[in-house]
């Protein structure tokens, strides 16, 4: 009897349809980003070559410093230097009186021109040869060619340098501003242009570029930068196009050669799509797919044509429209054509589906 009444009480009881989370999908304005991998290089680098052969008498600036254009680095002994000079100097006299000698004797043809000629000849070779001896001399003293922070030095007093020599005594590197050299594939910078072409995306109000930055230890990079060229070839090797983009750098935070990612601002998408990762698998053939739920309540099976994925979410670009009700919660227990209950999802059931307009985007 008893088994009886809970056959007729289980008949009674309908089956109640699963209960699932959806988001309603909604359009929105969204800025998107490439991460990029790069590397930081100075603004201006000079090396610091002697031009004159000689023994360093002095190093005048402290190893790390930074220091200004035309401040004196260096000091090498300019007394042979100073010899060649004076020596000069006084050839040039000679020559000088000579010529200015046999010029008033030409006139009363006590002289012939030829003669007044060669000493006026001799006159300009030794002027040049005070030049060359004055510019030797002022070699002896090493100016900084750029302002900047001066490196270590190579050599110390008593050191014996020469002109020409493939060992610089010192660097300088600008590091206010700096550079960033990204690498950007050639794939992606085509179809990024292809996109703004066919008004898929569109470039920001002014045009420019933005970058900003992320260190080795996850820290943002408090000043943004903007993009400055690209390069006109691609890499054999990788296929990809080098980008610069410059920073301002006040407090020398960026040093040259340190490993960052760029964040660049690829464009705007208008009317985007914007549907939680949480709700998008793929089939066996690797279709991303989705579930939604229908006016009926029914559940609907829809093939996908993603893009990026932009923070806990996937750029639809077809495949879901705004209004759509996708099933983030409750997947394991329906299937296509099923009836449930849906309910909206809160925002931690969704992974933070309802993110800013503008989160950065990584390529898919």
Same mark, same amino acid.
């Given at each position: 009897m ?12 309908p089956?109640?349809p ?40 002095k ?7 930074? =220091? ?8 090498i002994?300019p ?16 020559y000088?009186?000579?010529?200015s000698?046999?010029?008033?004797l ?8 030829q ?20 510019? *030797? ?5 090493m100016?900084?060619? =750029? ?16 002109n ?15 550079y ?14 292809r996109?703004?072409? *066919? ?11 933005k ?24 890499d ?7 980008l ?5 750098n ?7 050669g340190i ?12 009317q ?24 009926? *309540? ?7 044509k ?6 806990? *979410? ?14 983030v919660e409750?997947?394991?227990? =329906? ?21 800013a ?8």
């Amino acid at each position: 009897m008893l088994s009886g009444c809970n056959k007729e009480k289980a008949a009674a009881d309908p089956v109640q349809p699963p209960q699932v989370s959806v988001v309603t999908l909604r359009s929105q304005s969204v800025t998107l980003s490439n991460d990029l991998p790069g590397r930081t290089s100075a603004y201006r680098l000079a090396e610091v070559r002697p031009q004159v052969d000689g023994i360093v008498l002095k190093r005048l600036f402290q190893e790390g410093a930074d =220091i200004q254009a035309g401040e004196q680095l260096y000091q090498i002994d300019p007394s042979t230097y100073e010899v060649t000079l004076a020596s000069a100097q006084a050839s040039l006299e000679q020559y000088r009186s000579l010529a200015s000698r046999y010029r008033q004797l030409i006139d009363e043809q006590a002289v012939s021109k030829q003669e007044y000629d060669t000493a006026r000849a001799q006159q300009m070779q030794a002027e040049a040869q005070v030049k060359s001896a004055q510019i *030797n001399l002022r070699y002896t003293k090493m100016f900084a060619p =750029i302002s900047g922070r001066v490196g270590r030095s190579t050599v110390t007093e008593g050191a014996l340098v020469s002109n020409g020599q493939a060992t610089p005594l010192a660097t300088i590197q600008q590091l206010d501003p700096i550079y960033v050299d990204v690498t950007q594939s050639y794939g992606e910078m085509l179809k990024l242009r292809r996109a703004l072409e *066919n008004g898929q995306l569109q470039q920001s109000a002014d045009k420019a570029a933005k970058v900003n930055l992320t260190l080795e230890d996850g820290s943002e990079y408090p000043l943004q930068g903007s993009l400055e060229f690209s390069e006109v070839s691609v890499d054999e090797t990788t296929g990809s196009v080098t980008l610069r983009a410059v920073f301002p750098n006040p407090d020398h935070v960026l040093l040259p050669g340190i490993f960052v990612h760029a964040r660049l601002q690829a464009g705007i998408a208008e009317q985007a799509i914007l549907a939680p990762q949480i709700g998008v698998t793929r089939d066996l053939k690797g279709t991303p797919t989705a579930m939604v739920v229908t006016a009926d *309540n029914k559940v609907e099976q829809r093939q996908l044509k993603v893009g990026r994925t932009v923070g806990p *979410n996937v750029l639809v670009e077809s495949g879901l429209s705004a209004g759509d009700k996708i099933i983030v919660e409750g997947l394991q227990f =329906i299937k296509p054509g099923a009836t449930v209950v849906a309910q909206e999802a809160r925002s931690d059931e969704a992974t933070g589906a309802s993110v800013a307009a503008n989160t950065s985007a990584k390529s898919e």
